[in-house]
């Protein structure tokens, strides 16, 4: 079965400095990849999913940007944070051979701008 | 746009008490209901419902589809202090084969069970 492996678990960042956080994914191979945003513990927001290397497609317009440079791999980037980007980050996978819509969640990434 | 909307946003329960979750969705060619508990960090899944009147069942959970009203709802039974999550509820379309895993989520039941 797959595991996703997520990081850094929890970051500080002050508004208009860069973001990194990555994405990667064991256990299965050409997965469907996805980045949402979850606000105050409450539902998550899809921002961005990823149907291969280099497949980037954005949901809401936004701060942030994407890019996927391995088969397993996930980027959710940021030139320039702004206070709104706070928040906690999941990725999630389908793979891609599966017939069902279940996501597989990493364990998250926690991201306070001050 | 696709709406997922969840009932109550906020639960206090005793242990014991039974409980049940609400879930309805507007969206436009549906294809699942899913159920996640979230504890801590990342959700775990529960459910996937794609049938109408056929209720799934796992332990003390369970969980049906109407989808001529639109809506689910997670039934917990027997509540213990380790059911006490955020409960969400999520909804898959028809929209092209990427469409799996582009899920719309409601916006969580808080359910906290009292010893």
Known sequence: SQTIHQWPATLVQPVGSPLSLECTVEGTSNPNLYWYRQAAGRGLQLLFYSVGIGQISSEVPQNLSASRPQDRQFILSSKKLLLSDSGFYLCACHPSRANTGELFFGEGSRLTVL | ?115
């Not at chain 2, 709802?73 to 469409?99: E, F, K, M, R």
């Open chain 2, 1 to 115: 746009e696709d709406k997922v909307v969840q009932s109550p946003l906020s639960l206090v329960v005793h242990e014991g008490d039974t409980v049940t979750l609400n879930c309805s969705y507007e969206v436009t060619n549906f294809r699942s209901l899913l159920w996640y508990k979230q504890e801590k960090k990342a959700p775990t899944f529960l459910f996937m419902l794609t049938s109408s009147g056929i209720e799934k069942k796992s332990g003390r959970l369970s969980s049906i589809l109407d989808k001529k009203e639109l809506s689910s709802i997670l039934n917990i039974t027997a509540t213990q202090t380790g059911d006490s999550a955020i409960y969400l509820c999520a909804v898959g379309t028809n929209a092209g084969g990427t469409s799996y895993g582009k899920l719309t989520f409601g916006q969580g039941t808080i359910l906290t069970v009292h010893p």
